[in-house]
């Protein structure tokens, strides 16, 4: 796919089909993540990718709209690093791994593959199912399937503000 159509085909899908990912497409779009660009490249990430049926179900319940989770093919679970208040990378880590959760969701999008963001509120439940160090969190999720409603494909209309609205030139 082109990537403009892949910019046009993008959406957040929460519904899937009851069909694995192949192996080298999950791989593809973990590798999406692993080049995306990062503050003085610090790669702040780690990503764990969750596949088994039963851990999926349970790390749906880490945030009360993760519900998509539990029915994916697969998940990718974006880990970050646990910084002070005073630590002013804090800020980039949010940053760093929205691009990285962008790129995933572009790559996932050319291979036709549907993808949806997930909040982790419970840090606890996903601390404990993942297995994650101290020192670092889960800082989003990407539910990943192939879309139970209709392919991927550019849209006609996007629910988006006015391209007037929100492009300044110049000055605001
Ligand atoms: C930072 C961020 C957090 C989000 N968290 C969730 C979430 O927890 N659950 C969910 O279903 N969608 C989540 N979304 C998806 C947004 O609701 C979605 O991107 C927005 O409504 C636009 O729809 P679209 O992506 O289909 O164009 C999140 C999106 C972003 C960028």
């Known amino acids: 796919m082109e990537t403009w159509d892949a910019i046009r085909s993008r959406r957040n899908v929460r519904a899937y089909q009851d069909s694995p990912i192949r192996a080298e497409d999950l791989d593809r779009i973990l590798e999406a993540g692993r080049l995306s660009p990062s503050s003085i490249n610090w790669q702040p990430w780690d990503f764990v990718v969750v596949t088994g049926r039963e851990r999926l179900q349970e790390l749906a319940k880490v945030w009360q709209g993760a519900g998509h989770v539990a029915s994916s ?33 572009l790559a996932a999008a050319d291979l036709g593959i549907g993808s949806c963001h997930g909040a982790v509120h419970d840090q606890e439940l996903a601390r404990e199912l993942l297995g994650l160090p101290a020192d670092r969190f ?12 209709r392919a991927i494909a550019p849209l006609a209309k996007h629910n988006r503000r006015p391209f007037d609205e929100v492009v300044h030139r110049d000055r605001w």
């Open 73 to 105: 093919a697969a998940t990718i679970v974006l880990v970050g690093p646990v910084l002070g208040d005073e630590d002013i990378r804090k800020d980039w880590v949010q940053y760093d791994l929205g691009q990285a959760t962008m790129s995933m969701m």
């Open 138 to 149: 889960a800082v989003y999720m990407l539910g990943l399937g192939f879309p139970a409603d």
